[in-house]
């Protein structure tokens, strides 16, 4: 059985790593009961081991049948509870050369990975799809003075056409892989090849976000953009103060200090949608008012939060917005700022300085 299992684990690293490439795809299903469907097929299996031939290569062909229930995650990856059964013909007696007949069942669990989405891309009108599958099962076999549950491997591919997005016919070719059902000692491989048809409930659909995909995208750019601009501007800021700090005589360095505006203009930290808590990004802009507010302890400094109009009720985005506030006041607190200086509020989904929905995820750090 071993070589079974490294032919299942090899299966599994495949998908592991496919899957960790697909994190991002905009194209998902958006409910636990969207997209699940369910499969009968029927065809033949046929033994490879010589013993199995003893009365010609037809007698070693049986009849199958299968079963199962799955669910499409998206374009992609789907998987599927199966069960699947056969009537077999044993190996012949040495004594009377009868073959007693064995009956099978299989209950295990597919991983399915469509290649044709996956090489020429999505298209929820595609007729015709090629996918690869694997996954473990147990095997209970009933014949010949021989019961019980052994551990099992399938893989293999499916031939699928799409006549809408309710039905398809499935072509299947497979690799199982058990416990001899006579000796319970030797591995055996039967190929099996069926045909049957799948039924999704509702129709297979996927949410598509690539609109909101390419916008987080793009602000996560342009806030890049910003951050390194922000950088730049610090480290100038230490330069010049640096150079201060070297200037003599001392009067010299009191009037330049008292003639260096350190207040700094509306500071802005963003937040990804339905969340409150502060990224990398919104750190440096922390890290930047913290600089500008301890350097001004006189002033007062509003802290704003606010949420888009996009997303949420009117009440949970007020409450967002209080968190998100909560969040930055926080954060300059521990940064070194004096809470007498700060004064928080949340406005939910208000306008504010921004016109795109998307930038109005959004603390606004000002003084008053």
């Known amino acids: 059985m071993k070589k079974m299992f490294t032919v299942l684990a090899a299966a599994l690293v495949v998908g592991s790593a496919s899957a960790q490439n697909e994190k991002n795809n905009p194209n998902y299903t958006e409910k636990w009961n969207d997209n699940i469907f369910v499969s009968v097929g029927a065809g033949a299996s046929v033994g490879l081991r010589d013993a199995n031939y003893g009365n010609g290569f037809w007698r070693a062909v049986n009849p199958t049948f299968n079963v199962a229930l799955g669910k499409y995650i998206n374009p992609l990856w789907s998987y599927r509870l199966q069960g699947n ?29 469509n290649l044709t989405n996956a090489f020429l891309g999505y298209n929820p009108d595609k007729k015709i799809e090629v996918s690869a599958f694997a996954g473990p099962y147990s095997n209970f076999t009933i014949g010949n003075g021989i019961g019980g549950w ?26 199982n892989g058990n416990r ?42 342009s806030l890049n953009d910003q951050i390194n601009a922000d950088k730049n501007q610090i480290s100038d800021l230490q330069n010049q103060l640096a ?15 008292k003639d260096c505006d350190p207040t ?55 409450k967002l917005s209080e968190k998100r506030a909560k969040a930055v006041s926080d954060a300059l607190i521990a940064a070194g700022v004096d809470a007498s200086q700060l004064d928080k509020q949340g406005l939910g989904a208000q306008d504010n300085m921004f016109s795109t929905n998307a930038l109005n995820r959004v603390v606004i750090v000002k003084r008053k």
């Open 85 to 113: 059964g056969s009537w077999r013909m044993s190996l012949r007696d040495a004594k009377t050369g009868i073959r007693d007949k064995q009956e099978y069942f299989n209950v295990g669990v597919d991983a399915i990975y």
């Open 150 to 175: 052994h551990p099992g491997v399938t893989a293999g591919m499916q031939l699928k056409y799409n006549f809408c997005k309710f039905l398809s016919v499935d072509l299947e070719g497979r690799m």
């Open 180 to 221: 001899d059902i006579n000796t319970r000692v030797a591995d055996t491989w039967y190929p099996e090849l069926s045909v049957g048809i799948s039924y999704v409930f509702g129709g297979k659909e996927f949410k598509n976000d690539a609109k909101s995909y390419e916008l987080c995208m793009a602000e996560q750019k």
């Open 243 to 257: 150079a201060a700090k070297r200037v003599k005589p001392a009067p010299v360095q009191q009037v330049i200090t």
């Open 264 to 318: 700094a203009g509306p500071i802005a930290v963003f937040f990804q949608i339905g969340k409150s808590k502060i990224d990398a990004r919104g750190n440096a802009s922390i890290e930047l008012a913290a600089k500008a507010i301890k350097a001004d302890p006189s002033g007062k400094y509003s802290i704003t939060g606010y949420a888009d109009k996009a997303t949420g009720s009117a009440k949970l985005n007020q």
